[in-house]
């Protein structure tokens, strides 16, 4: 069975007066904190809102990277991002679901590093 869960947990983008309504927000089930930057309410403009909604709407038709498909202990391939053609081990999921742990020997040493799921491929 499918879950929807929060893309941005604890995150709530409003559109508001901030001297008129900013209290009651602070009160929202769920708010930890406004963000915010010297006392002001950080401003995220209608452009940046309207590319988010657009790239959740692409990612939910192609599907979300899932960890659910690998194991603990499966042998991986990093094939994006800093570590990229690196082999690694799967560790586990992170809680956001297209994130993963996975270890990766830096240096003679198994390292844990966090990588995008999309990044990971599976050693056969």
Request: hydrophobic share 40%; proline share 6%; net charge positive.
């Amino acid at each position: 069975r499918r879950k929807t869960v929060p893309f941005f947990s604890c995150y709530l983008f409003v559109r508001l007066d901030p001297a008129g309504a900013l209290p009651g927000v602070r009160w929202t089930t769920g708010l930890r904190r406004i963000v915010s930057f010297g006392g002001e309410p950080a401003v995220v403009g209608d452009n940046i809102v309207a590319l988010m909604k657009k790239r959740l709407a692409e990612m939910a038709e192609s599907g979300y990277p899932r960890c659910d498909r690998f194991k603990p202990g499966e042998r991986m391939r990093i094939r994006g991002g800093p570590l990229r053609d690196l082999e690694a081990i799967f560790d586990r999921a992170l809680s956001s679901q297209d994130r993963a742990m996975v270890l990766v020997d830096l240096l003679g040493r198994w390292t844990r590093c966090e990588v995008d799921v999309s990044c990971l491929k599976k050693l056969h």
